[in-house]
T-cell receptor
Framework: KQEVTQIPAALSVPEGENLVLNCSFT??????LQWFRQDPGKGLTSLLL?????REQTSGRLNASLDKSSGRSTLYIAASQPGDSATYLC???????????FGGGTRLMVKP | KAGVTQTPRYLIKTRGQQVTLSCSPI?????VSWYQQTPGQGLQFLFE???????NKGNFPGRFSGRQFSNSRSEMNVSTLELGDSALYLC?????????????FGPGTRLTVT
């Protein structure tokens, strides 16, 4: 059974700092991994999907990497802004459909 | 292209009642998945529907059920509500292929059971 862990649970940084969010998973047979953002009381916004044949994906100031052998994924946020404040969730899927297993999330606060 | 829509956005029910939540996927998406989000358990997978058939199921009691219609819209039903069913219920839609599909989530339905 896949288990996904995100550490730290909360993070506070000053504006402009580069930061890394970590996601680890127990089953290296993970098929792909998706990073999401969730604002308080809202749904999830997809940030990046690292597909099964990929090792990283980039979108603007965001870069996500996936290392299946070590069971780790990281989300790199460059030049953080107060608008980046949110909870970031990683989720992995296996090849049996679209079922996602989520980590507990990292609550990020970027202070002006 | 319109996103995933969920109705209603908020619900208050009493223990023992039942509730039906609705999800309309992005046009062209034929897979719909449901998740429950609570502060204690985080996000947990309920079930996935594709072509009106349940394709995957999470570890939830039989009080939780769902269905999908021919237009890909999906409903989930919770019978005999318990206080612990209070949660944000999220649905996600994606293309139907198994594997490398980006999941798109709706805004959720906030269910409060009193």
């Amino acid at each position: 059974k896949q288990e996904v862990t995100q550490i730290p649970a909360a993070l506070s940084v000053p504006e402009g700092e580069n930061l890394v969010l970590n996601c680890s998973f127990t089953d290296s047979a993970i098929y792909n991994l998706q990073w999401f953002r969730q604002d308080p009381g809202k749904g999830l916004t997809s940030l990046l999907l690292i597909q099964s044949s990929q090792r990283e994906q980039t979108s603007g100031r965001l870069n996500a990497s996936l290392d299946k052998s070590s069971g780790r994924s990281t989300l790199y946020i460059a030049a953080s802004q107060p608008g980046d404040s949110a909870t970031y969730l990683c989720a992995g899927s296996n090849n049996a459909g679209n079922m996602l297993t989520f980590g507990g999330g990292t609550r990020l606060m970027v202070k002006p | 292209k319109a996103g995933v829509t969920q109705t209603p956005r908020y619900l208050i029910k009493t223990r023992g009642q039942q509730v039906t939540l609705s999800c309309s996927p992005i046009s062209g998406h034929r897979s719909v998945s449901w998740y429950q989000q609570t502060p204690g358990q985080g996000l947990q997978f309920l079930f996935e529907y594709f072509s009106e058939t349940q394709r995957n199921k999470g570890n939830f009691p039989g009080r939780f059920s769902g269905r999908q219609f021919s237009n890909s819209r999906s409903e989930m039903n919770v019978s005999t509500l318990e206080l612990g069913d209070s949660a944000l219920y999220l649905c996600a839609s994606s293309l139907p292929n198994q594997g490398d599909n980006e999941q798109y989530f709706g805004p959720g339905t906030r269910l409060t059971v009193t």
